[in-house]
C-alpha cells in the first residue's frame, strides 16, 4: 500500500478508526482493537476512542496470531463475555448497522455459535462467535482466520446478507476504486 492501511482515509474518517467506531455505535464493549505491523502509526487513529488495544508481537506469522490476541484480551479484559465479534478494518462498508444485525440474530435464536456475514457469493466477517468457540479461535495458526471455524460450525450458525461486504481495501488500486465509486455514488 506504501502506507498503512489502518491510516488510510474514507469519508473523512480512518479505516480504523470507522471500524471501532461501528463496533462502538452498535453497542459493542470493550471493543478491543488487535494492532501488530504499523502499531506506533495507528496507534493515533484510536486516540479518544473508548478502545482497548492489544498489542500482537506475533502478527509476521499471519491472521491466526491477530484473532488469538483479540480473543486471549477479550477474556482477559471480560471474563464473562457472551460472544466476540470479530472484524477487519479494511471492510469500509462495515457499519454499526451490520454489527448491530449479528447481535440481534445471535440473541434471538440461542441455537446459534455463529452469525456471519454473506457477501459475493461466500461468507465472512465480520461475524460473531458464541463463548463456546473461543478456545478453537485462540487455537488457529498461521495464515488461516476463522473462516474454517465458521464452515466446521455451519450447522449451528447464521449467516446475514452484507452488501459491499465484498468490497475490502489491500491495494492502492483497490482504494482509488473505492474513492472513485464512492464519489459517483454521492
Not at 56 to 78: D, T
Not at 128 to 152: H, N, S, Y
Request: proline share 4%; hydrophobic share 45%; net charge negative.
Amino acid at each position: 500500500m506504501g502506507v498503512p492501511k489502518q491510516t488510510l482515509r474514507f469519508r473523512g474518517q480512518s479505516m480504523l478508526g470507522r471500524s471501532a467506531l461501528a463496533a462502538l455505535g452498535a453497542g459493542c464493549r470493550p471493543v478491543l482493537v488487535v494492532t501488530g505491523a504499523h502499531a506506533e502509526q495507528t496507534r493515533g487513529e484510536l486516540r479518544g476512542l473508548n478502545v482497548l488495544e492489544v498489542s500482537n508481537p506475533l502478527w509476521e506469522s499471519g491472521m491466526a496470531s491477530s484473532v488469538r490476541a483479540g480473543v486471549e484480551g477479550l477474556i482477559g479484559a471480560e471474563p464473562e463475555a457472551a460472544a466476540v465479534v470479530l472484524m477487519l478494518c479494511d471492510q469500509p462498508h462495515v457499519g454499526a448497522e451490520v454489527i448491530q444485525g449479528l447481535i440481534a440474530a445471535y440473541r434471538a435464536d440461542a441455537s446459534l455459535v455463529v452469525v456471519a456475514s454473506e457477501y459475493g457469493g461466500g461468507f465472512g466477517v465480520p461475524a460473531l462467535f458464541d463463548r463456546a468457540l473461543f478456545a478453537e479461535l485462540a487455537r488457529l495458526e498461521g495464515a488461516a482466520g476463522a473462516k474454517q471455524v465458521i464452515k466446521r460450525h455451519s450447522a449451528r450458525a447464521h449467516f446475514l446478507p452484507f452488501r459491499g461486504g465484498e468490497v475490502d481495501v489491500d491495494t492502492p488500486e483497490e482504494f482509488s476504486r473505492l474513492i472513485a465509486e464512492d464519489a459517483e455514488g454521492e
